[in-house]
């Protein structure tokens, strides 16, 4: 939790922003929590989005612990740069796996890869059980 914690607070902005999920796959939550009951569906993806004057941040938590999952994502409303790079910051692991030779004993790590912004719309994948911010750089208005 400090991990996903730390990657929060070093990617974000300050600003809130409303997000429309379509089609996300779902799936049966049969625990209970205390004496609340189960949840009917659970989306295998959480999503929230921020912003500041410059970045738009995606933060993205995949649930599905064996597929990768694939985001159609469509920024038209918020004026991300075409033809800029966006990053994103990945933090997976091996739960409780055994650490094989040569790898750390963390149970998990941050990795960060850039990509192409082509359009308003594009798409990102989630690696199985991870946590993700994908930030896209912002149009920024020139100063007069």
């Not at 409303?77 to 004993?105: C, I, N, S, Y």
């Not at 989630?126 to 920024?140: A, C, D, G, I």
């Amino acid at each position: 939790s400090g991990q996903v914690t730390m990657l929060y607070s070093q990617h974000h902005g300050s600003q809130r922003l409303a997000v429309d999920v379509e089609n996300m796959p779902r799936y049966d939550q049969p625990y209970r929590m205390g004496g609340n009951g189960p949840a009917r569906e659970v989306a295998y993806v959480d999503l929230l989005a921020t912003r500041d004057q410059r970045t738009l941040y995606l933060h993205a938590i995949n649930r599905h612990f064996r597929r990768a999952m694939i985001l159609d994502i469509d920024v038209s409303a918020f004026g991300v740069a075409a033809g800029k790079t966006g990053l994103m910051h990945v933090l997976e692991g091996r739960l409780a796996r055994t650490p094989v030779p040569g790898e750390p004993l963390a149970p998990g790590k941050i990795r960060t890869n850039t990509f192409p912004i082509s359009g308003q719309r594009f798409e990102v994948h989630l690696p199985e059980r991870s946590v993700t911010v994908v930030e896209m750089p912002l149009k920024v208005a020139s100063a007069r």
